[in-house]
């Protein structure tokens, strides 16, 4: 969430950022209602000073005497006056915080514009996506495939989406989310394990609700949601709390199952594991002093790079232009992987800054050392890394002419074998 005072004394500065992000907004009606909200609250002031005034001239005056009297009935007339036009602020205040819900975070002024994910930005690129099998085909038409990923029986028991992994298939990726946390512990993230259903307090302070409700799958009648992913739980990790500014920047990862509905995903591009309702990520998580957060996300896409270069997986940094950034984030980059089989990147991390966009809502603070007052703190957060396109990737990539994968040299000793073989 923007404050307040951004948007009542810098609108041209918002509206910039709604139309840099090619979102649709009404920031008329969002200030509209701020003016109300600020108008009735003002009424709601008066009257309380009023009440406070009748209360202390009541004090001063003999009970029972007709000036006495005169307060008592005055000092009804405006307490009832004050009690409806109480319940009107409230009313405007909920109407307030829904209209701020639908106002974007600005991008930061290095983002570049663009519409469409094409005008991203190819910030670097590592690896070489000619070094790859000259035997690499789309992981789904590898012979044998099915067998060690089954998605039939997946759409069977649940639906399309929702695969098993069988065998040493479910055992690389078990591999692929040890090797993963395991780096990430020595980057110095402490590993959490969270819940996996949260409330809509949750998913609001992280701008999943209202923007992205109809990817959530919501259970009922507790009408709580399953994770989209492990940002969600690991960010209210400290909602409405303060923490120690010598603390910060403090580092958490975390392996969750991730659920999304991904309605209106079709076509090619969702053959196979490179789209899936349920897969596995483990997520990387900072909270972090405004004046380094920058530094941080550069860090932060550093770690999530070291663990592709491990697994030899050549691949692209995207700095996200305007219009492909999302509603919450002020900066992004994403990650994507060579593909040799579907000869197509892949994307398996994005790496954002929220700035103070979810700590507000969350109410995320430190205290700071020299103004003595709660700030907001920077969140950041990113896939470190998602295992599904990793393991097409991988699949593709090292794809043997005898039909065997050869594992990469760092994920053996958690797979235990050098090959993978569909047989």
Partial sequence: ???????????????????????????????????????????????????????TAMAALPKGSPEFLAKVSEMKAVSAQAKERDAQLKDTEE??????????NLPHASVPAGKTPDQNVVYATHGDVTAVSAAARPHWEIPGFEKLFDFARGAKVTGAGFPFYVGDGARLVRALLHFFLDEN?????????PPILVNAASATATGQLPDKE??????????LYAVPTAEVPLTNFFRDEIVDEASLPIYRCAYTPCFRREAGSYGKDVRGL?????????????????????????????DAERLLQKLHLPYRVLLMCGGDLGFSQSKKYDLEVWSAGQQRWLEVSSCSNFETFQARRAQIRFRSKES????????????????????????????QPDGRVK????????????YLIFA
């Avoid at 840099?20 to 969002?30: G, S």
């Avoid at 512990?185 to 394990?193: Q, T």
């Avoid at 109809?214 to 009408?223: F, K, L, N």
Wanted: glycine share 4%; proline share 6%; net charge neutral.
């Fill in 214 to 223: 109809g990817q959530m799958y919501e259970t009922t009648p507790d009408h």
């Fill in 274 to 302: 490179n789209r899936l309702h349920q897969f596995d990520k483990v997520e990387l998580l900072k909270w972090v002093h405004p004046a380094t957060s920058y530094d941080e996300l550069d860090k932060l896409r550093l």
């Fill in 372 to 399: 003595g007052k709660p700030e907001l703190v920077h969140t950041l957060n990113g896939s470190g890394l998602a295992v599904p396109r990793v393991l097409a990737a991988l699949l593709e990539n090292n794809l």
């Fill in 1 to 55: 969430m923007l404050d307040p005072k951004i948007i009542r004394e810098s609108p041209d500065l918002v509206r910039a950022a709604i139309a840099k992000k090619h979102l649709e907004v009404d920031l008329d009606a969002v200030l509209a209602i701020d003016t109300l909200w600020r108008a009735q609250l003002q009424d709601v002031e008066a009257l309380r000073s009023a009440q406070k005034a009748a209360n």
């Fill in 185 to 193: 512990g020595k980057a110095g993230y402490v590993e959490v394990s």
């Fill in 95 to 104: 109407r307030l915080r829904q209209a701020m819900l639908s106002v974007p």
């Fill in 407 to 418: 594992i990469p040299s760092a994920l053996v000793p958690y797979f235990g074998k050098e």
